[in-house]
T-cell receptor, first 112, second 114 residues
Framework: EDQVTQSPEALRLQEGESSSLNCSYT??????LFWYRQDPGKGPEFLFT???AGEEKEKERLKATLTKKESFLHITAPKPEDSATYLC?????????????FGRGTSLIVHP | DTGVSQDPRHKITKRGQNVTFRCDPI?????LYWYRQTLGQGPEFLTY????????KSRLLSDRFSAERPKGSFSTLEIQRTEQGDSAMYLC????????????FGPGTRLTVT
């Protein structure tokens, strides 16, 4: 069973059309959950770290939230430059090394 | 700080050849990680170092893969006797070993094995 599941796999939005991406996880006692943005052919770019249920982080048009079973990345009034793959990763407390496990990502395309 | 750098950015090699990639982490980070990523997948952990010590290797990592970080600064990843299945993006990341452990990635090395 995958520890980290992201949905949807792909999302197409019109510019200005707000939406949310989902990251659900099965690990118990989450140490940390990370969101990254990845542009084609490039390495992931760090966005947020969340640690506890109820926590929220914001950056420009992005807001990440965390519950005990999932995280959401809300995109408000997206622009074409927000088009990218968004990756979620969780730190599994059963691993002593703090190495995160990544989901497969959500590919977001924002049309002008 | 210029961030994590990787060299080369692209590598095309023939099956059976050896290849070596280099990663220079963020200078104040003592942890360095190697990942592999294929199309449509998230990064898959390969190995990591804390300073010069290699502390963990993925059980999926073939014996043909070896990594070093001789002075606790830059790291190299070598793949011997490359196979077509090794074609992927190889990503390097670094982090501190205190606080939040968030990883910062380099641009990656795209390997194509023909």
């Amino acid at each position: 069973e995958d520890q980290v599941t992201q949905s949807p796999e792909a999302l197409r939005l019109q510019e200005g059309e707000s939406s949310s991406l989902n990251c659900s996880y099965t690990v118990s006692g989450l140490r940390g959950l990370f969101w990254y943005r990845q542009d084609p052919g490039k390495g992931p770019e760090f966005l947020f770290t969340l640690y506890s249920a109820g926590e929220e982080k914001e950056k420009e048009r992005l807001k990440a939230t965390l519950t005990k079973k999932e995280s959401f990345l809300h995109i408000t009034a997206p622009k074409p430059e927000d088009s990218a793959t968004y990756l979620c990763a969780v730190q599994d407390p059963s691993r002593g090394s703090y190495i995160p496990t990544f989901g497969r990502g959500t590919s977001l395309i924002v049309h002008p | 700080d210029t961030g994590v750098s990787q060299d080369p950015r692209h590598k095309i090699t023939k099956r059976g050849q050896n290849v070596t990639f280099r990663c220079d982490p963020i200078s104040e980070h003592n942890r360095l990680y190697w990942y592999r990523q294929t199309l449509g997948q998230g990064p898959e952990f390969l190995t990591y170092f804390q300073n010069e010590a290699q502390l963990e290797k993925s059980r999926l990592l073939s014996d043909r893969f070896s990594a070093e970080r001789p002075k606790g600064s830059f790291s190299t990843l070598e793949i011997q006797r490359t196979e077509q299945g090794d074609s992927a993006m190889y990503l390097c990341a670094s982090s501190s070993s205190v606080g939040t452990y968030e990883q910062y990635f380099g641009p990656g090395t795209r390997l194509t094995v023909t």
